[in-house]
């Protein structure tokens, strides 16, 4: 298995843009989560899923943000306007049991 | 509100010693302990957990200790090498949802030659 993916790795938008991060778990594992990391919080728990259920949002900083999982197979977090705050990296991770897999992350930057 | 914290940004030590991570937490319903180790343009990797119901769990030259009195945890690696070089980072859930993590801000090692 490839492990979780993530796409793009990189992304460079201006403020009000709308950015679409994209994530494939591992083949097979019922949980999906997204987290943030900034150097001041270290890793945030953005929202998680669970059999394609969103479970716990309560992380979602704001209305801005957004998140799917249409399928066992693809999720994503949507910033819509995203604002310069909101550049970090952000993390996707699967698990089915109580390690969670990580994927290498996309790097946001809001100029 | 953080409820794991690292309070070290950063931690260097030499080759061949003691490194120490400390991490505390202010849940108490936290039972289920874990370190992550994160490498530059790579998501965390995870390195070694720990149950409430234990107070030591070691793997190789990793050790992570576990003081619930204190809401204390602490990650030694000995001997300390260069590719340990990293950020570690500590997590905590609650309960049988070993999913929903709170992690820490990450502390920097590096281990000099």
């Known amino acids: 298995d490839a492990g979780v993916i993530q796409s793009p790795r990189h992304e460079v938008t201006e403020m009000g843009q709308e950015v679409t991060l994209r994530c494939k778990p591992i083949?097979?594992?019922?949980?999906l989560f997204w987290y943030r990391q900034t150097m001041m919080r270290g890793l945030e728990l953005l929202i998680y899923?669970?059999?394609?259920?969103?479970?716990?949002d309560s992380g979602m900083p704001e209305d801005r943000f957004s998140a799917k999982m249409p399928n066992a197979s693809f999720s994503t977090l949507k910033i819509q306007p995203s604002e310069p705050r909101d550049s970090a990296v952000y993390f996707c991770?699967?698990?089915?049991?109580?390690?969670?897999?990580f994927g290498p992350g996309t790097r946001l930057t809001v100029l | 509100d953080q409820q794991v914290k690292q309070n070290s940004p950063s931690l260097s030590v030499q080759e061949g010693r003691i490194s120490i991570l400390n991490c505390d937490y202010t849940?108490?319903?936290?039972?289920?302990f874990l370190w992550y180790k994160k490498y530059p343009a790579e998501g965390p990797t995870f390195l070694i957990s720990?149950?409430?119901?234990?107070d030591k769990n070691e793997d190789g030259r990793f050790t992570v200790f576990l003081n619930k009195s204190a809401k204390h945890l602490s990650l030694h690696i000995v001997p300390s090498q260069p590719g340990d070089s990293a950020v570690y980072f500590c997590?905590?859930?609650?309960?049988?949802?070993?999913?929903?993590?709170?992690f820490g801000a990450g502390t920097r090692l590096t281990v000099k030659p």
């Open positions: 720990i149950s409430s119901i234990k």
């Open positions: 849940n108490s319903m936290f039972d289920y």
């Open positions: 899923f669970n059999n394609n259920v969103p479970i716990d």
């Open positions: 991770a699967s698990s089915s049991l109580d390690e969670q897999f």
């Open positions: 997590a905590a859930s609650a309960g049988s949802n070993n999913n929903d993590m709170r």
């Open positions: 083949s097979g594992h019922d949980y």
